[in-house]
């Protein structure tokens, strides 16, 4: 049995800096009025005796857990079999960790999971919520909202409109998908199809608009509502090959859609880009670039936007040891779409 050596404490830091122990918890604790000769000390001491500050005790101190819970309001199966979630992560935690928060992932399985994610938040374990993939019919919202905790939303939640406080990043879907179906008309296609995303999110609901904002006269049996997902965009593909077996063009709302159409068209002997001209939406580059042919997409900046879900939080909650964010901030954000141009259209 080996003896473990205890922990050192508040007071071997503040007798190892020579200040008091009020001093080195300001500086532990990230509050202001040390003086920065005093704070290099505090720090040099803390490394060297390796001390760990207490979350509990520090809790008590500054009114913060730095814990942000990411709520993904999809199974399991989809969030980890779709890269864009892992894109969206990644941004999130570069921003957290940056600011020395931790994430917390809860994942929503079924109307259970809804009631569960709803009572940890309420239970005061984390300082916000950063909250994506909504549907309409989400219970999620009202469970957060009587939570009552800081959230910023990923996507611009549908029943946001005209309510204050709602804060979110999303990007431009609807300019986005207008840029793409142009870009198919301007080659001379003119029997365009759209596989659309789920209507109950916004983002399949707002490109769904640009599609029709460019084809005001589409055929409705050049439309198909699919899920996101690669066999979702197999399944739409050869609907509307059945439906319209002289479509000319197909504009996905997403890009693992788009590849899921890709293979359906190379089974049905239809070249891409001769005899169909394939557009997809995301530009995530392990999907896009290795699709066969390359992926021509629109663009946006999915690690970005998580980045900048986490910053605004962070904004919100405004600095630790105190009650309040920061006055007039944040304000949601929106932004911009590229079309990336490749083999496919």
């Known amino acids: 049995m080996t003896d473990t ?15 008091s122990r009020a001093t080195v918890s300001r500086v ?3 509050g202001d009025g040390v003086r920065e000769p005093l704070v290099a000390r505090v720090r040099r ?12 005790a520090r809790s008590l101190v500054t009114r913060r857990h730095d814990a942000v819970a990411v709520v993904i309001a999809e199974p399991e199966t989809r969030v980890f079999a779709d890269p864009f979630f892992a894109l969206q992560l990644r941004g999130i935690s570069k921003e957290l960790t940056a600011h020395d928060n931790q994430l917390v992932l809860l994942l929503t399985e079924g109307r259970d999971d809804h009631a569960r994610v709803g009572r940890y938040l309420a239970g005061g374990h984390v300082d916000g919520a950063l909250v994506f993939s909504l549907h309409l019919d989400d219970p999620l919202p009202g469970l957060i909202q009587h939570a009552g905790v800081p959230t910023v939303f990923g996507g611009r939640p549908g029943w946001s409109d005209g309510r204050s406080g709602v804060v979110y990043v999303d990007s ?8 793409a179906v142009r870009h198919l008309v301007g080659l001379g ?6 596989i659309t995303g789920p209507l109950d999110q916004t983002s399949a609901a707002d490109r769904l608009d640009g599609f029709r904002d460019v084809m005001v006269d589409a055929d409705p049996r050049l439309i198909v509502e699919s ?7 197999e399944r739409a593909m050869r609907e509307l090959i059945e439906r319209r077996p002289d479509l000319d063009a197909v504009f996905a709302a997403n890009d693992l859609t788009a590849a899921g159409a890709l293979r359906v068209l190379r089974e049905r002997g239809r070249r891409v880009p001769d005899d169909v001209a394939v557009i997809g939406f995301d530009d995530m580059l392990p999907v896009a670039e290795q699709a066969d ?3 021509t997409t629109v663009r946006q900046d999915i690690e970005e936007m998580g980045r900048l879900m986490a910053r605004l ?11 309040e964010g920061v006055a007039g901030a944040p304000s949601s954000v929106v932004l911009p779409t590229t079309l990336v141009r490749r083999a496919s259209a």
């Open 5 to 19: 050596a205890p922990r050192p404490t508040l007071e071997a830091v503040a007798a190892r800096a020579g200040v």
């Open 28 to 30: 532990v604790n990230g």
């Open 45 to 56: 001491a803390v490394e060297e005796l390796g001390y760990v500050p207490n979350q509990a």
């Open 172 to 179: 431009d879907n609807r300019g986005g998908a207008r840029e």
């Open 189 to 194: 296609r003119t029997r365009i199809a759209h």
């Open 227 to 233: 899920d996101f997902t690669p066999v979702g965009g």
């Open 293 to 295: 042919p390359p992926l």
């Open 313 to 323: 939080l962070l904004r919100r909650l405004g600095p630790r040891g105190t009650d």
